[in-house]
């Protein structure tokens, strides 16, 4: 449930699993991995870099051109490492992750905004992308669309976005790198960036909104589920 790229030490499988299926290129740039974030040395960090947990989802802590409050993140993070995921809501595939804290790059597209291209994928085969914008402005955003880029008309618990959306000029390489890390798989969303032209793996989920999602048109729980 991890993206990014470290140099040795242990908490790296994804990445290294990444990279042998689709190469290094595709992995963000991590600054450091931790059993103990008291022993996060933040003199070596960019002024702009992201720390998160990888077994869990919501951790994260940005940090983006303010001097950090030091000890406050370290006991922020130090918390979550002492959590189980797993029991959030049964989303038992996090029990046994050996708990990590990581530090990684910065992303960001457009005004403070970040897109997300999360491709649902069914038995190795790309069937929908979704599309997130306005996490950190405006509340989220949602859109699905096909693999032709044709806007879908059905959202999951949040509100439709309605502007426009172009098609990423990178569509088809991500649908392929899709296609390939979701192999083997009956069902699992292939998470990506695209900032600067620049296509950024960004985790594979298995149980999106832990398995919790609220279709809108309801019956598109049923269409989607009957693609597994």
Same mark, same amino acid.
């Given at each position: ?92 595939? /996090? *029990? =046994?992750?050996? $708990? &990590?804290?990581?530090?990684? #790059? ?7 905004? %970040? ?45 439709? /976005? *309605? =502007?426009?959306? $172009? &098609?990423?000029?990178?569509? #088809? ?7 390939? %890390? ?47």
């Amino acid at each position: 449930h991890l993206g990014g790229k470290v140099d040795g030490g242990e908490g790296n499988l994804i990445w290294e699993w990444v990279e042998k299926k689709i190469g290094e290129k595709y992995l963000t740039h991590l600054y450091g991995v931790w059993d103990d974030a008291k022993d996060i040395d933040f003199s070596l960090l960019p002024l702009r870099y992201v720390f998160k947990l990888n077994h869990g989802a919501g951790w994260n802590i940005i940090v983006n051109d303010v001097k950090a409050d030091e000890d406050k993140i370290r006991g922020q993070l130090n918390e979550w490492k002492n959590l189980n995921f797993a029991y959030f809501f049964l989303e038992m595939h /996090y *029990e =046994k992750i050996k $708990p &990590k804290i990581i530090c990684e #790059e910065h992303l960001e597209n457009a005004n403070g905004d %970040l897109y997300d291209y999360k491709v649902f994928c069914f038995h190795g085969e790309p069937k929908y992308i979704m599309f997130l914008a306005e996490r950190n402005t405006n509340g989220l955003k949602m859109a699905f669309y096909d693999t032709e880029w044709k806007k879908q008309p059905f959202v999951y618990s949040y509100p439709m /976005y *309605e =502007k426009e959306v $172009p &098609k990423p000029e990178n569509l #088809e390489e991500m649908l392929e790198m899709s296609r390939i %890390l979701s192999k083997g798989f009956s069902q699992v969303r292939v998470d990506w960036y695209s900032v600067k032209k620049r296509l950024i793996f960004g985790e594979m989920t298995f149980t999106s909104y832990s398995g919790l999602c609220k279709w809108i048109p309801e019956e598109y729980n049923q269409l989607l589920g009957m693609l597994i």
